[in-house]
């Protein structure tokens, strides 16, 4: 009798398991939201106001600067749009396929590091109920910041670019010039350079739209060594300092397809 | 004495919490404040062993799911704690329960940093030994901070010792 009762239950321990292993992290991510989401809101709505108040002539000559700002950036919006128009006639003209389509989203970062603190995975505040899907490109102004690993309806996980296991077809830029180079960013180093190129200090490394994955564009950091021969001694890596400051991250954006 | 249901009520919601707290806290050297292990060690300390088992592996699976790895890392540290805790229980002696809490949270928290290293997770810029240390710093007063405070809340629900 105890031996088919020990049975059962580790047949049902068993099943607990794997209906977690196949659903529990969404599950999980959804049991925290309402807490993580009304920490995030009260940080934000509480105590970020409380802490303006104390610096608020600070607040008033970034005011003032920020307003400047704003007119200079609908200036060059309006310029964008009108290059934009320009650029989709002549697409059309020559019939060239967009290299992407798509709007990014706005998403606040509910914590970082996970349970573990294992410093390369955030957790955001946006999910399938906004549009996001697994495997979408997350960036922010400075550059790109990682990749969504998974999606529930009301939170995303995003695996960072500093993770070893994520890729990144990338190009090199010199000085906003023309690509002298294309390779592979993973964790922190480019990878797959040819043998003979020679790249100046800082070189900048853009994403290069390759794999469809990354649009286009996205500035993945600077180089911050001189490139070296790898293992092989039939190419050459180098090491990238990132463009993004991951700590200080409290909102981002994610790309949707349309 | 309480009803089991809501006892086993009170623990999820509590379980709930301290994952939350726990993913919210910021990394100090790439370690986080171990608040679901302390709640499990403390579970562990006055409930019979299947209960604070069943415990520790659903606070495990939580926990996982929650750390953006693959499950299993938090989910066979659990219940290896909360055998641990009960066998320290064992040794005779008086310590009090802040000093039970302190030495039991560290203790977890250093199983911790090398569990997650044995898995071969990522750690960050920090090394082990830097981990482990900055684990028993976190883990040492938070501990003994929660065992204080914790029978209190335990005391409301009905959850005696056994």
Known sequence: MKAKTGIVSALLVLGVFAIWVAVGRKTAAEVVFPVENGACWFSRRVVHPLKEAMVRPR??????????????????????????????????????????R????????????GTLGLGDVLRLGKGSSAGIRKG????????????????????????????????????????????????????????????????PPRAKIITSGLGEVYPRGITVGFLAQETHEDETQLEQEGVVAPAVDFPALEDVFIHREE | ???????????????????????????????????????????????????????????????????????FCATSLMPLLALGVRLYREIPGERSIAAVGAVAASLGAVLGEAWIAVFGFATGDAGLFVRMCAATCIAAPIGAMLFALLPHLAKCIGLEDE
């Open chain 2, 1 to 71: 004495m309480k009803s089991k249901a809501v006892q086993i009520a009170a623990l999820v919601l509590g379980l709930v919490a301290a994952a939350s707290m726990q993913d919210l806290s910021p990394a100090a050297m790439g370690v986080k404040p171990p608040l679901v292990a302390i709640v499990v060690l403390f579970v562990a300390l006055r409930m019979p062993t299947p209960f604070s088992l069943a415990t520790a592996f659903v606070a495990g699976l939580f926990v996982d799911a929650l750390s953006g790895r693959p499950t």
């Open chain 1, 136 to 199: 979408a490109a997350v960036a922010v102004p400075e550059g790109l910041v990682g990749r969504v690993s998974e999606v529930s309806p009301h939170t995303a996980e995003v695996r960072l670019i500093t993770d070893p296991e994520i890729k990144v077809a990338c190009e090199v830029e010199t000085d906003g010039g023309p690509v002298a180079a294309f390779c592979i960013f993973s964790g922190g180093r480019i990878m797959h350079l040819k043998r003979d190129l020679v790249l």
């Open chain 1, 102 to 113: 798509g709007e990014w989203i706005a998403a606040p970062v509910l914590s970082r590091g």
């Open chain 1, 59 to 100: 607040l008033a000559a970034e005011n003032r600067r920020l307003l400047e700002q704003n007119a200079h950036l609908r200036m060059a919006l309006a310029d964008r749009d009108a290059l934009k128009a320009e650029n989709a006639r002549l697409r059309r003209a020559l019939e060239f396929s967009e290299r992407s």
